[in-house]
């Protein structure tokens, strides 16, 4: 994983399909670096949440304009001198690219993987989500892996919420050099 230097504030997409943890793992990781949480999800408009909660994949058309919010939100961040962990799936090279651009400085991702089965039974667990587990294999068919990019830890999910967060936390300080 090559070293990327810190420039702060610190700006931070934890990222994956869904069912990843992308929530929990965000949370967890802005408090342990004292920092803000962005729920990504929360930032889309409503035709896309009632998209997919009829079981609609989205469209990068669909996806362009939250891809942006959520840019402005790590800008915004940056611009008061704030680090900030933001949940976004960021599925494909070009939407982090997107985000990259949009947030106005270096920003780190947390990729968070696993084995579809244990995706398919977070997300059957879960309660109150509008994406429903169908569109799991549309998610994975569209993810375009970042594990070769430039200022990725990637996490493996099969494990504890602190565990997960502690390899992302030691990754993060890794490529920042903290």
Same mark, same amino acid.
């Given at each position: 994983?090559?070293?990327?230097e /810190?420039?702060p504030?610190?700006?931070v997409v934890?990222?994956?399909?869904?069912?990843s943890?992308?929530?929990?793992?965000?949370?967890?990781?802005?408090a342990?670096?004292?920092? +803000?949480?962005?729920?990504g999800?929360?930032?889309? @408009?409503e035709a896309n949440?009632?998209?997919?909660?009829?079981?609609? @994949?989205l469209?990068?058309?669909?996806?362009?304009?939250?891809l942006?919010?959520?840019?402005?939100?790590l800008?915004? +961040?940056?611009?008061r001198?704030?680090?900030?962990?933001?949940?976004?799936s960021? /599925?494909?090279?070009?939407?982090?690219?997107?985000?990259?651009?949009?947030?106005?400085g270096t920003?780190?991702?947390?990729?968070?993987?696993g084995d579809?089965?244990?995706?398919?039974?977070?997300?059957g667990?879960?309660?109150g989500h509008?994406?429903?587990?169908?569109?799991?294999?549309?998610?994975?068919a569209?993810?375009?892996?970042?594990?070769?990019e430039?200022?990725v830890?990637?996490?493996?999910?099969d494990?504890?919420?602190d565990?997960?967060v502690?390899?992302?936390?030691?990754?993060?300080t +890794?490529?920042?050099?903290?």
């Amino acid at each position: 994983m090559p070293a990327i230097e /810190l420039t702060p504030p610190l700006a931070v997409v934890v990222m994956g399909v869904s069912g990843s943890g992308k929530t929990s793992v965000g949370e967890h990781l802005a408090a342990r670096l004292g920092c +803000a949480f962005v729920e990504g999800d929360r930032l889309h @408009p409503e035709a896309n949440v009632a998209k997919m909660a009829k079981g609609i @994949p989205l469209t990068d058309d669909d996806r362009w304009p939250w891809l942006d919010l959520i840019g402005n939100q790590l800008a915004e +961040a940056r611009g008061r001198g704030e680090s900030v962990v933001v949940s976004c799936s960021s /599925l494909k090279q070009t939407y982090r690219d997107r985000l990259r651009r949009e947030s106005g400085g270096t920003l780190y991702f947390v990729f968070l993987t696993g084995d579809p089965k244990v995706l398919e039974q977070r997300m059957g667990a879960r309660t109150g989500h509008f994406m429903p587990a169908s569109l799991l294999q549309s998610q994975l068919a569209t993810l375009e892996s970042p594990e070769n990019e430039a200022g990725v830890v990637t996490v493996d999910i099969d494990a504890s919420v602190d565990t997960i967060v502690d390899k992302a936390f030691d990754g993060i300080t +890794a490529l920042t050099g903290a």
